[in-house]
């Protein structure tokens, strides 16, 4: 895309979940989209794509791409713990340079699996460069856990939609204080946590005993002046003053109405990862709960040591299959603009909106009714994409 004035005619542009135009040219200019209109435009260079259907890229706003070189040595249907002492001891065997490949080429897939944007952890940091020179848009986070409260490096924006900041664990894998400075030094910038994810979390939360407190003492880790037991994993988030619209909070699984009620009072980004949730803990995330308290999930794939892709495409179809009353159009809503919402990046990403940057999907799929089409394009599964740029 440069400055000339392009027109792009398809048989069907899907502008947001809930504007689907026919037969009409999305017009760009400068990297930018201008408008969309169904008249045939005099001073545009004209791209006819014939039957086709223009999307927005999606967002997959939570993985970890430096586990993409330890996923294939991982077994799946263990318990929490053993996967992640599995994970630990397979990393440790690792190269530097192989988690590097293997992220590097986890990137490019992202990309050709149609997703513009990320919100990619990283707890080596080994993985920042190939983010940088990758084509993905979106958040690096660099992770921290433990009690190394002084170990923490500020944010940074590469550029537009493309940033650096830092993620918390977790609240009971990380100090109290820790998680307070990470919180206050991320600022206005976005900063990620994984949040009541599975119950060892919730029973070591609310009584500070448990499995997890075991797996804490089996590794040395000191947590008693850690600001411990809290009646949940939200209220203690709440109590160390972390909750705004600055945090995105990844997995919600062990919420009450009370827990989503105080994330939607505070306005919390909020991400699901269902397939993940279904294989490491058995468990479905509430989706119809979280929408009935406006909290608008984001999707993320998670990592590939406990999915099977890095697809959007398939987080979608896994939704649109399990959970029966979730209609379509939400479904898109989340891969797209809950996405771009969830990362900050909604100004230039999520829809195919005027002046958003001029780089799309187009589908190789014949829809016949408007009302059917958002299906079928998660039925297609990611197949017969191009990206448009
Ligand atoms: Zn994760």
Known sequence: MNNIKKAYYAGWIIVTPYKTVKNSYLICKDNKILNITNQKPLDAEIIDLGNKTLIPGLINAHTHTELSAIAPHIKQNKDFISWIEDIKRIKENMSNEQIKQSAAKAYQDLYNLGCIAVGDISTSGLTKEDFINSKLHGVWFKEYLGNEVDNYKKVKAIKKGKNI????????????????????????????????????????????????????????????????????????????????????????????????????????NTCICPRSNLNLHNKLPDINKMLGYNLNPALGTDSLASTDSLSIFDEMKFILDNYKDIPEHKIFEMATINGAKSLKIENLFGTLAQGKIAKFLSIDICPTRPDNIIKEIILAGGHNIEWIE
Request: net charge negative.
């Open 165 to 268: 900041s830092l993620a918390i664990h977790a609240l009971h894998s990380t100090h109290s204080e820790l998680i307070k400075s990470i919180k206050q030094s991320t600022g206005n910038n976005l900063c990620s946590i994984h949040l009541a994810e599975h119950s060892l979390e919730l029973e070591f939360i609310t009584s500070k005993k448990g499995k997890w407190k075991e797996f804490l003492d089996s590794r040395g880790l000191i947590y008693k002046d850690w600001q411990l037991p809290d009646t949940s994993p939200i209220n203690y988030g709440q109590n160390l003053d972390i909750l705004d619209n600055n945090l995105l909070a990844v997995h919600l699984l062990y919420c009450k109405d009370k827990d989503f009620k105080v994330l939607e009072h505070f306005n919390v």
